[in-house]
T-cell receptor, first 113, second 110 residues
């Protein structure tokens, strides 16, 4: 079974630009979550989508948004990039619900200059 | 509320044991454990459920103390491959959202 696939692996953007990251979950997984990982803050929850609906959102500004398509693939968008948005963005898929393990992709390393 | 992990870092020799703790100020119903090797994605280790049921697939054990609102991960006879950063995660709400601890870095030396 193929794992979680994130594209692109690396991105370099300048302040003020916007970026879209993509995530393809494991086949059959309906839940997709996004996390931001930085050395200082660790793993911070961004949002979770299930069957195309956002079920939960973390404490991030409205510049961070996402969506999920009918095939469970998900995208997240960050508009008006700031230097502090530089991080590893991890996508994780799971079957559904609270008791399901998360399966992480390798992440997208975003650098904002 | 973010769970608190201790210790922050551990250095071991091969064959030695280690315990990593994860404590929460809120009632715990389940705890997830993940390991992340440098430059790689976090990998699921196990879930500890209220009532003592454990779900996992690696030869690493864990306990879940509901009264103390704490979970402990036990690494026995550590191997070089155990090196990495260990995260505990606690569910928030009845969704897939996890709140992760700050991580414990484990280094196993030959």
């Amino acid at each position: 079974k193929a794992g979680v696939t994130q594209t692109p692996r690396y991105l370099i953007k300048t302040r003020g630009q916007q970026v879209t990251l993509s995530c393809s979950p494991i086949s059959g997984h309906r839940s997709v979550s996004w996390y931001q990982q930085t050395p200082g803050q660790g793993l911070q929850f961004l949002f979770e989508y299930f069957s195309e609906t956002q079920r939960n959102k973390g404490n991030f500004p409205g510049r961070f948004s996402g969506r999920q398509f009918s095939n469970s693939r998900s995208e997240m968008n960050v508009s008006t990039l700031e230097l502090g948005d530089s991080a590893l963005y991890l996508c994780a898929s799971s079957l559904a619900g609270r008791g399901s393990p998360l399966h992480f992709g390798n992440g997208t390393r975003l650098t904002v200059t | 509320q973010q769970p608190v992990q201790s210790p922050q870092a551990v250095i071991l020799r091969e064959g030695e044991d280690a315990v990593i703790n994860c404590s929460s100020s809120k009632a715990l119903y389940s705890v997830h454990w993940y390991r992340q090797k440098h430059g790689e994605a976090p990998v699921f280790l196990m879930i500890l459920l209220k009532g003592g049921e454990q779900k996992g697939h690696e030869k690493i054990s864990a306990s879940f103390n509901e009264k103390k609102q704490q979970s402990s991960l036990y690494l026995t006879a550590s191997q070089l491959s155990y090196s990495g950063t260990y995260f505990c995660g606690t569910p928030s709400g009845n969704t897939g959202k996890l709140i992760f601890g700050q991580g414990t870095t484990l280094q196993v030396k030959p």
